[in-house]
């Protein structure tokens, strides 16, 4: 059966099953979901635990003879599987549907991968592996979610907070929900808040309190102005400029994605499908969107003039030019980003 993660904990009160894979790409809710399952198995008396890290040279056989041993201390056992992709290859599909034939009734096993694709889900394979335990999906909490989820966190731990309070909260960490759960942590102790003797906070004490969680990386910042989002694509590079970020290091980040999206667009002028040239350009799941928006947006020649202005603004950072790199790649950012430049008094 398949299951949201908020349904979890309702589901593992009621019966615990053999078998659980939990799926999603956000570290801590996913953490959170593989805690909550130890409990409850825990609880049910599973209390021994053997942890596998898949890799590409993961030996399946040690699972199966793990699954089917019994245990020095007679204890009933969780076998946690940890993957760095949501697919697995034919040795552990294999390996998995053997485990799963005849289930050792002392054993919980549990899988743990990011997002599965959708296609995935669809397979024979999967629907069978399906029937034999419980699918968990954790989504992601989108930017309209997340101060529902701030402030259902905050009341956790003894807070309550405003509209504004909370609106700043979640701009600092962007989406980080580790950041947002450790900020909020923080709150409580700085505040003295627990459980029964809640604490209000207003903006002012968030503005005072919280430091900047934000995650800026070069990734994020070419995610921004791919996407066309330059307010996020400014602030992302003012923040790398004050962290001390290397330009060339951005200029290389930004001259290899307008190197794919030429070539990407010299394949739409011969009358190439754009999700076919993203596959010949070996563009990632994640980054798909991005170039995506990119390339629809911008016309080939556009794209070479914006890379001949990747090769001025690294002569300006190597000194051969007396033009202010930064202020250059902030103008180029925004032009990729498809807006209007900004005055250089704004960037600098």
């Given amino acids: 059966m398949r299951i949201n993660a908020d349904q979890l904990d309702a ?31 825990r609880e049910a008396g599973f209390t021994e635990w053997e ?8 030996d399946w056989q040690a699972l199966l003879q793990s699954s089917n041993s019994m245990s020095l201390f007679a204890d009933r056992r969780i076998l946690e599987l940890r ?7 034919d040795a552990g599909k294999a390996a998995l549907k053997q ?50 989820w701030i402030l259902g966190r905050m009341k956790t731990v003894g807070l309550t907070a405003d509209r504004d309070a909370i609106a700043i909260l979640a701009d600092r960490v962007e989406g980080n929900l580790l950041a947002a759960d450790q900020e909020i942590q923080k709150l409580a102790v700085l505040t003295g808040a627990e459980t029964g003797k809640p604490v209000h906070l207003e903006r002012k ?40 970020a290397e330009l060339l290091m951005i200029l290389g980040a930004l001259s290899a994605d307008l190197r ?25 799941r994640n980054h798909e969107q991005a170039i995506s928006a ?20 690294d002569m300006a950072a190597k000194g051969m030019s ?21 005055p250089r008094s704004m960037l600098s």
Avoid at 131 to 145: E, H, K, L, Q
Avoid at 330 to 337: D, E, G, H, K, V
Wanted: charged share 20%.
């Fill in 99 to 148: 485990a799963l034939q005849s289930p050792n009734p002392d054993n919980v096993l549990i899988l743990v991968t990011p997002r599965v694709e959708p296609a995935s889900l669809n397979t024979q394979w999967f629907k069978g592996l399906e029937s034999s335990g419980t699918f968990v999906t954790v989504w992601p909490i989108n930017a309209d979610r997340l101060p529902g």
């Fill in 322 to 342: 007396p033009a202010d790199p930064w202020v250059e790649l902030s103008q180029l950012l925004l032009q990729l980003a498809g807006h209007h430049i900004l």
């Fill in 294 to 313: 990119a390339a629809r947006r911008h016309a080939l020649s556009a794209l070479q003039d914006m890379l001949r202005q990747v090769r001025q603004i």
């Fill in 51 to 58: 942890l596998f890290f898949v890799d590409k040279g993961f």
């Fill in 83 to 89: 993957l760095q992709a949501g697919k697995l290859d």
């Fill in 205 to 244: 004490h968030v503005m005072s309190l919280v430091a900047d969680s934000a995650r800026y990386n070069t990734f994020n910042l070419m995610d921004a102005a791919l996407l066309g989002d330059a307010r996020r694509c400014i602030k992302v590079l003012n923040g790398l400029k004050t962290e001390g």
């Fill in 11 to 41: 589901h593992t009160r009621s019966q615990l099953g053999g078998f659980y894979w939990i799926a999603g790409d956000d570290t801590l809710l996913v953490q959170e979901s593989l805690t909550l399952l130890r409990k409850r198995c």
């Fill in 260 to 284: 794919r999206l030429i070539a990407i667009a010299e394949q739409l002028q011969q009358g190439h499908r754009l999700t076919d040239a993203l596959k010949r350009e070996g563009i990632k």
